[in-house]
């Protein structure tokens, strides 16, 4: 068994669509990022990476290509996952936890696991999602970006 933890944080901006979990939200303003700025996927694949020992989503996807401009951050997390299982490692279960005031993710939490599990090619109960606030502070709290930390287990 192995575990990794993977971290990201976006400047949310004007004119983007917002895209969480692989999903977008309705919202004026999105996550700033050389692909989708799904902070929710980006933490993932670097969990998934991390336990697998195999670097980090900057390794395997340079902010500077041009192929991963724009690119959907559910293809960037199934083709991670791809090396995950090459090695030999299967998700045992992930857990995301989405950091912001808003939006609030309840009524979208069931479309994002059912994203991210499709992406990795397992049952959906497999992957949580969650969120949580930071009651006001720091750049999360004054609604500036938005931040998460996901788990994975792999065996």
């Given amino acids: 068994m192995r575990v990794g933890v993977g971290v990201d944080a976006h400047a949310l901006v004007e ?4 895209v969480l979990g692989g999903v977008e939200v309705d919202s004026s303003r999105g996550l700033a990022g050389h692909s989708d700025g799904d902070v929710i996927c980006h933490a993932l694949i670097d969990a998934v990476l991390g336990a697998a020992g195999l670097g980090d989503i900057g390794s395997l996807f340079p902010s500077g290509a041009e192929e991963w401009e724009g690119a959907s951050s559910l293809d960037l997390l199934e083709r991670a996952y791809a090396q995950v299982r090459d090695v030999g490692f299967e998700l045992v279960n992930a857990d ?3 950091v912001g005031e808003e939006p609030r993710i309840a009524p979208l939490r069931g ?11 397992v049952e959906t109960g497999l992957v949580n999602v969650r969120a949580t606030t930071t009651d006001g502070l720091g750049f999360t709290g004054r609604g500036e970006g938005l931040a998460a ?3 994975a287990l792999l065996a």
């Fill in 15 to 18: 004119g983007v669509p917002l």
């Fill in 149 to 151: 930390v996901a788990v």
């Fill in 96 to 98: 995301c936890v989405l």
């Fill in 111 to 121: 479309a994002m696991q059912t994203r991210l599990a499709e992406a990795l090619g």
